[in-house]
């Protein structure tokens, strides 16, 4: 293996990492400064760059970015006793493996490198999930099987269809992927979120409008159906659509005809109609929120993509193909999940869906540190070691984190929700160790388990009462004979 290259003026620094990866068993070549370092690269090249910023003859940030056009699979720690977000941001920018912020703990220094070394070993590696064409919908589960069949049997036919399901799990996919295969494939898809559009802009949005049938309206305007003549207008959220308008579409879907607001000359509609909601409408119709005719109108076809968590297997798939989209978008090199990573996502519930998955893909593109993304990577609230267990995770598109209510296992969930219940996240973290521990054949796995389950659990009580046993047992529901001796045995005397 190549040498660890250490770029810093700093003599004390240079012996500190030398001694520490020498424990590592790591070689390692040192240079006090960048002009140093680029006259050896040109004979040479190192297994991972270590490197300060503010040195005197040259920046450590000119030194990232000349390594980042001859080596762009090298990894390069920035170093830098100025903590500023000016310097960390220009190094990210500049494509550095990561951050450290001087002073720092050299037992993490040392774990930081030997992650860095890891991944220029396996960057050496040729990549071979190479994405050459977006598909249409992926799935492998049975149930994404059926729909598929489901898709293909209408493929021939204009018949109304009803998508049901959760957020977040592709309805318009479904029907976009409707539209493509059907004889009106060359016609329009015109989509409309009716639960986006104020009630009263719902209408002229829906039927268009003639010049003067309100205030504001100086000008003929064509609707969604017009728009949608010879093609398919998908209307999403169709369960929250005003009663008063579910008449006008009603009359639509019945005799194939629909006024303009303002208008009095009748106008076809040569539109196949394809809807969407998450709600039962089966309630709303017992409620009085839905018409009953309009129901039996729409539910000509039925299709429910299935939730996520009912087709836990395709996980891996998916989410190899939106970290490919999210680096393609980025103009970035694609990261890539471990093994136990990938296991690790596929026990979660993921509330959110096939939306919610995306969304932690192009966090993770953005914000995981390496290119082989790890369980520890994962946004804080996804892994066993939670601290705030009321508050779950919110992921967005564009990598911002924020703390919202969580959501109970297999309910209905915000689009950007992305975390598990707090059993179901301990739960899985635990399956996920016990998987490990067995793969690796590890002896007597229920003892190791149940003394760190113990000493976890003795370790957090004795924290919460600051150290007082007697309370600690109290609280844990043990004797303080049982607490003393346990904490003997699992030696947390300090």
Known sequence: MKPIWIVDDDQSIRWVLEKALARENFTTRSFSGVHDALAALEQESPQVLVSDIRMPGGSGLELLQTVRDRLP?????IMTAFSDLDSAVA????GAFEYLAKPFDVDKAAELIRRAVDESMRGEAAHD???TETPEMLGQAPAMQDMFRAIGRLSHSAATVLITGESGTGKELVARALHRHSPRSNGPFIALNTAAIPKDLLESELFGHERG??????????????QAENGTLFLDEIGDMPFDLQTRLLRVLSDGQFYRVGGHNPLRANV???????QNLESRVRQGLFREDLYHRLNVIRLRPPALRERSEDIPLLTR??????????GVEPKRVSDDALAYLASLPFPGNVRQLENLCNWLTVMAPAQVIEQKDLPPDLTPRQEHAAESIAVSTDGAVAPTPAVPNGAASSPVTATASVASVWENGLRTEVARLLRENSADVMDELARRFEAAVIREALDFTRGRKVEAAERLGIGRNTITRKIQELHLDA
């Not at 193909?321 to 980025?330: E, V």
């Open 73 to 77: 699979g090298l990894p390069v720690i």
């Open 213 to 226: 049938a309100f205030t504001g309206a100086q000008a003929m305007r064509q609707g969604r159906f017009e």
């Open 129 to 131: 999930e190479r994405v």
């Open 321 to 330: 193909h939106f970290l490919q989209k999210s680096a393609r978008d980025l």
């Open 272 to 278: 196949r109609v394809i809807a969407a909601t998450h």
């Open 91 to 94: 190094a990210f920018q500049g």
